[in-house]
């Protein structure tokens, strides 16, 4: 008699093995399923929105029952919010992972490369292009300016959520106090007005962004006068076309400014630095995109209201517009879903409707897309109290035809992190803004394509 | 006195059996079962991830679709890039700091933490170990504000103390390692603190007796006693502060983003930002490897020179 206890029969232990693998298989199975791909074309749709900023949740939520009442879908939104860089990440992840990934995705304009390497942008997002053929008038009446950032071989695959013109925000009060007329014409005469308001008062006219931590930052301060100037990163095909005259006299303006204090250097453009800048009135005015007024002015100095206004930027001597283009985030829908015809037609129906486009501005200060939403009346009469009652439209809708496009590469971020670098090197006096852009141009071309 | 009878698995019991009914060891799956859910989790989630690194370092992969198989070529273009060799330099500096300041200020640190009769030495111990309960994201807030050029704390200081204080701390390319130095001496130097003082608590009390004896000095009972007795535990920190520093990502990431002008920029963020924010993830794997093999062998050597895992003669 043995004392050990009797092992179990074998082929028990294999089908226990087996019926555990078995259902670990089912359940893996179950769990990595993307589930039907079946397109929906009516009825309820709940669609996932990923977006960085809660302005644009709320104009989609506000845009459901017009949504609802053009078309066949009853939607609801299902929204996650995360960092601009992070919602490219993550939409990513999801797409490796065949599941998860939302309907609807936002992407804040400088994230948006990402999606032009490789494939990623043809696999992955619904090419609107034949959508807005089908739409008599459209394809005329969107800007070509604001299609070109997110659009890849003649394709579209966002739209944008504005025309970010450039324009120079001042304190009228300051201004006034320090005897400066606001109708300057020239760069070179501002500048001249203000190494005197820098001696004089200790202030500043124009900002550049040192913050070595965040390279676009650094980036935005020069991009804004190149573009104006005439410059540009990259050609409509994606080529870098960064060393040019245009960009070698915008820096040289910029070293020259630092040098007589009518441009400062602060370490933040969103933060405590520029916080306390604009507190203090060590700046009193600066260039920036039109939606600086609602993230920069009005979250930092809110105590300022009425005593801001804006202007179209002065002109270069040698040449160029009075505007340029900076920022902005296009809407996309991921291609391949259930919910893909479902999205694609409630941005159509809340994003690029004239209403939709008139309420952007009106809730949120980002300026329409589309041509034709200019001769709207009411967005004439949109007075802004922070600026003091300043009707702004009307300058706005002056500078539309000086708005440059803006075409992106993949390489993007490459140039943002070499060119940010030499910049810097650039202000601190280190480089001469000829060597800047040279080393600049050598280095993108050592990283870039690799 | 107790004999250890090392054997297989079952044959001291079949050797228990009376005589003339030997049986044949039985095999068990027992003492696997226990070992398996380690080696099911080894191979899950460091095989295979480096099995699969490896084989994505001789691709080129955007982050969707299916990798193109380039060999070698990933290597090559490492060996040429300046932003990695910028990033390999950044990272050597940052191992010194961390094995020639973090380390022995630790030590030193430890060493007055043990010291007899010192009041209210919990809260002291408390405080240095702080630094590393905190979060990264805090950490780097708070220095950011420190740092800050034209409003930060540090440079208030100096112009408190020195009637100038125009530091770009995190700004100029040099200054930059620096505040990345201080602020890697701030949150790892008390978390290291902690293993000194714990070997320190076991160095017997009669060798600092006999040095008493023999009339030796505070300095020379610390280099004769203490040192040697401490060699494990150093052994022990230095190499885990040089894989760490080798591997930092946190301080910089946050404190300059690996600017200005790359000049913070580490190996992982250098990884980092090839994988994720230009999706080049074969380009990113292949940095990995180097990083693994410098690390690995590196460690292998300061293994052998610090006799880790030699049993003592």
Known sequence: MSYLPAAPASPARRALLRGALGLGTAAALTACGGGSTTPRTSGDVTLGLWTHDPGYERFFAKGIPDADRTGDFRYHLRVTRAGAPDVVTKLLAQAVAGRGTPDLVGFEIGSFPRMLRGDIAERLLHDFTPDIEAVPGLKEDLLPARTAPFSRDGRVYAFDSDTPMVVYFHRRDLFEKYGLPEDVATWEEFAEAGARVHRDHGASMCVVSTVGSDPGQVVQSFQMLLYQRGGAFFDADGTLVLDSPEAEEVLRFLCEGLRSGFVVEVSDYYGAGIQTALKAGRVIGLPMAIWYKNYGLVTNVPEQKGRWRVRALPRFAGGGGVTAALGGTGFGVVEGKPNTRAATEFLFRTWLTHEGQVRRFTETGYLPTRRSVYEDSRLGAYADDFCGGQRLFGLYRSLLPDVPPFHQSPDQSILYDVLGGNLLRAYHGDLSPRQALKQTARDFRDQAGR | ?313
């Open chain 2, 1 to 313: 006195m107790t004999t250890t009878v090392v054997g297989p698995p079952g044959a001291a019991r079949a050797r228990s059996t009376p005589k003339g009914e030997e049986r044949r060891p039985r095999r068990t799956w027992a003492p696997y079962l226990f070992v398996s859910p380690f080696y099911l989790l080894y191979v899950l989630f460091m095989l295979i991830p480096v099995g699969v690194s490896l084989w994505l370092s001789l691709t080129e992969w955007v982050g969707l679709g299916t990798p193109r198989w380039v060999g070698l070529r990933n290597y090559r273009l490492l060996a040429t890039d300046i932003s990695f060799h910028r990033a390999l330099g950044n990272t050597a500096v940052f191992v010194l700091v961390a094995l020639c300041l973090v380390v022995p200020l630790a030590l030193l640190i430890a060493q007055a933490l043990n010291t007899r009769g010192l009041r209210v030495r919990d809260l002291w111990r408390t405080a240095y170990f702080v630094p590393i309960v905190v979060s990264p994201i805090l950490v780097a807030l708070v220095f950011g504000l420190v740092f800050d050029r034209q409003f930060g704390l540090a440079n208030a200081v100096l112009r408190a103390l020195f009637g100038s204080g125009g530091v770009d701390w995190l700004g100029d390319p040099d200054l930059a390692r620096v505040s990345i130095a201080l602020v890697m001496l701030w949150r790892w130097t008390g978390y290291l603190t902690v293993f000194f003082l714990a070997g320190l608590q076991n160095v017997p009390r009669e060798l600092y007796e006999a040095a008493a004896l023999d009339g030796a000095g505070r300095l020379r009972t610390f280099t004769t006693v203490t040192l040697p007795a401490l060699k494990p535990v150093t052994a022990f920190v230095v190499v885990t502060s040089f894989i760490g520093a080798a591997q930092i990502f946190e301080e910089p990431y946050l404190l300059t983003g690996g600017g200005p002008a790359e000049s913070t920029l580490s190996v992982t963020m250098f990884i980092y930002r090839a994988a994720f924010q230009r999706q080049q993830f074969g380009y990113a794997a292949a940095a990995a490897v180097v990083l693994f093999v410098l690390v690995f062998g590196l460690s292998r050597l300061f293994n052998r020179l610090l006799g880790i895992g030699r049993a003592a003669s």
